[in-house]
């Protein structure tokens, strides 16, 4: 009776150890998961705050000076320009070599140009230039595909008596020109 009893325990503990052997699932260091399934270390326990997203790439001349792209003023209609921005990083730079930009309206007697900065983001980039004197110009847009930028431009602080662009804003749609930027200013 002894042996019998002492078989049935040792088939019962060899069923078990067989069903928790078999069901145990190993890690290997190929193995991927977070701390909270099993899978190993994962920072995911600490408390990080979301990588912010790198700001889009508006570097090079974008023109559309040719039959191409769009310049649209309310006071003085439909033209033809070029934005060409120089950007580090997030900031879009002014200065000798900096960004300029150069548009011209159908009319053939209204035009404007000149040195403008600002920032970009992960959406899009505003910036701020100077016309003349206390005449500034600021542009917001964004990528509109892979191949232009899109967006708003609307003229501050002009007076009357030294130039036209009192209350002058538009739209543009300009083309990248990998070719650069060249001057169209009559």
Request: glycine share 16%; with cysteine; proline share 3%.
């Amino acid at each position: 009776m002894k042996v019998a009893k002492t078989l049935v325990v040792v088939a019962c503990a060899g069923l078990l150890s067989a069903s928790l052997f078999g069901s145990a699932s190993f890690a290997r260091a190929q193995d991927q998961g977070s701390a909270g399934d099993g899978g190993g270390h994962s920072a995911a326990s600490v408390a990080t705050q979301p990588d912010k997203a790198p700001p889009i790439d508006v570097a090079g001349c974008w023109d559309g000076s040719s039959t191409v792209g769009t310049l649209e003023d309310n006071s003085f209609g439909s033209g033809y320009g070029w934005i060409g921005i120089i950007q580090n990083g997030k900031n879009i730079k002014s200065g000798a070599h900096g960004s300029f930009y150069e548009f011209v309206w159908d009319s053939g007697n209204d035009w404007a140009y000149g040195p403008f900065k600002g920032k970009a983001s992960a959406s899009g980039f505003t910036t701020m230039g100077t016309l003349k004197g206390k005449c500034k110009v600021k542009f917001i847009g964004h990528l509109g595909s892979s191949d232009d930028i899109v967006g708003t431009y609307e003229y501050t602080g002009c007076t009357v008596k030294k130039d036209d662009f009192i209350n002058t804003s538009g739209t543009f749609d300009l083309p990248l020109n990998n070719s650069g930027c060249f001057d169209i200013i009559p």
